[in-house]
């Protein structure tokens, strides 16, 4: 079953943008993937949907458990929804608000529980063999990571003449899915990888840097927020990937700051952290056609004060 063929219809071919502003900026040319106006505000929603219409009727009738930091979530939820089969979803306790109220609204039933996301999936496995209802991982499936590269693949139709693509990373399903279909359709393009500082498990793996296994993350981009990569995933990553970097907190607040007050869009931390990766490395490559994946943009406005914060530190004077 073709991923995007069987996604016409269910999720948003988003727009890809370009920028005055972060042309301007970075002396790129920028091009924006819109995913924050994607169904349910992220791009989840592809592998979800992708996952469950590949779901057989045995599995389908057992109904869904899944595990989410909060926009795999909606996206499992939705797709649960539409095909008519429950769903029961494990989210972090400090998941977002805006993200567990939009998940309900889709029908799922939400069970907060543990402080990350390895926590919410640990419990959700546990209901899983207890109920023999279907498990949907919200990363490490090839099923998930195809739906995820119809991302890469509608960029390319948009603007063919891609040099670069930057793409945020948690698990790691966007960016396995988003380097596969890339390279497949133009072998030259570079896929580079973004990680918050405060969660560089796939960096860390890959360059020997720290623990592959965080024992704790804690970041303003919470749909990020994985102490641990999925091993099918990184296997993707070690293939196609180009080269994968960190961004610090200031980064990601000064990139959603700057899409909300330049852009007028509202992107949450997540979904800003590929372009704060651009942001910092822009001088170090020639002049190049960037795309960059706003992955989602599902953000408490409560928060905008914190992120506010978090981009503008204060200055110690020293007398």
């Known amino acids: ?14 727009p890809l943008q370009t920028s005055t502003t972060f042309n301007e900026k970075t002396g790129q040319h920028v091009y924006l993937k819109m995913e ?32 989410s930091a909060g926009n795999h979530a909606q996206g499992v939820a939705l797709a649960a929804k539409k095909r008519g089969i429950t769903a029961k979803i494990f989210m972090p306790e400090a998941t977002p608000q805006a993200k567990v109220e939009a998940t309900k ?5 939400i069970v907060l529980t543990g402080e990350s996301f390895q926590e919410a999936y640990q419990e959700a496995v546990l209901e899983q063999k207890r ?32 040099d670069r693509i930057f793409v945020p990373i948690g698990g790691g399903g ?26 560089p498990s796939t960096y860390n793996a890959l360059y020997k840097a720290g623990p592959e296994k965080l024992t704790s993350v804690s970041t303003i981009a919470d749909g990020i927020a994985v102490k641990e990569h999925g091993k099918l995933t990184y296997t ?60 989602g943009g599902n953000m408490d406005l409560s928060r905008l004060p914190l992120v506010h914060k978090l981009a503008n530190p204060k200055k110690v004077v020293i007398a």
């Open 105 to 109: 609204s889709y029908g799922a039933t």
């Open 174 to 199: 966007l960016i396995s899915g988003v380097a596969f279909a890339a390279k497949q359709l133009k072998p030259d393009i570079k896929v580079i990888g973004v990680q918050s500082a405060k969660a």
């Open 236 to 295: 993707c990553i070690q293939k196609y990937v180009d080269q994968v970097i960190t961004v610090e907190e200031h980064e990601i607040a000064q990139a959603m700051l700057l899409l909300l007050e330049r852009e007028k869009t509202l992107v949450e931390g997540a979904g800003a952290t590929a372009l704060a990766g651009l942001l910092r490395t822009c001088e170090s490559f020639g002049e190049e056609q960037c795309g960059v994946v706003l992955s």
């Open 1 to 14: 079953m073709d991923a995007q063929e069987q996604l016409q219809g269910v999720v948003h071919r988003t």
């Open 131 to 162: 109920t023999g209802a279907t498990f949907l991982h919200p990363f490490d499936d090839y099923e998930v990571m195809a739906g995820q590269a119809t991302v890469a693949v509608e960029m390319l139709q948009q603007q063919p003449d891609l």
């Open 36 to 67: 924050n106006q994607q169904k349910t505000g992220a791009f989840k929603v592809r592998g979800a949907s992708y996952k469950v219409a590949c779901l057989t009727e045995e599995e389908a009738s057992r109904g869904v458990i899944a595990a």
